[in-house]
């Protein structure tokens, strides 16, 4: 078994739980679609991640699964964006926006879904409903 279909049913119950599971618009061409999103914590920056979950997806999992992801943190990226454009980025922002102002940061990079944790709970999901 590959590991899609390993993960389809888990993936889609994920998805259905987030409200993902529907018909949402495409991408805009040029916009940032994979890696690491702003204010997110990567491997080198906090918590970190241990390893890859490597995993291709055919469509019918692959579209409600990143451009929900992307519709739904877009207005929490554009507010990060803007929080930047005011008080620079983190390492700069730490001397110099308020507490307040790095309270509102970790407040909004708080809401930032990426698909790596949704394929990460997906894979947990399946690991403990294994027999």
């Known amino acids: 078994m590959n590991r899609w279909r390993a993960l389809a049913p ?3 119950t994920e ?5 993902f599971w529907r018909e949402w618009e495409p991408i805009p061409d040029g916009a940032a679609r994979a890696g690491q999103s702003l204010g997110g914590i990567g491997p080198h920056g906090g918590a970190g991640l241990t390893g890859r979950l490597c995993v ?3 469509d019918l999992l ?19 964006e803007a929080w ?8 700069t922002a730490r001397r ?10 970790a407040q909004l990079a708080a809401q930032i879904v990426t698909t790596g ?4 709970t997906t894979l947990e999901h399946t690991l403990q409903s294994s027999p």
Do not use: C, F, K
Not at 15 to 19: A, C, M, P, S
Not at 84 to 91: E, R
């Open 84 to 91: 930047t454009d005011h008080w620079g980025t983190a390492s």
């Open 96 to 105: 110099t926006a308020t507490p307040e102002a790095l309270d509102e940061r």
């Open 56 to 58: 291709v997806l055919p």
């Open 15 to 19: 998805l259905e739980q987030r409200g």
């Open 62 to 80: 692959a579209m409600p699964l990143t451009r929900g992801v992307y519709w739904t943190n877009l207005p929490h990226v554009t507010a990060l």
């Open 10 to 12: 888990a993936l889609r």
């Open 117 to 120: 944790q949704i394929l990460r």
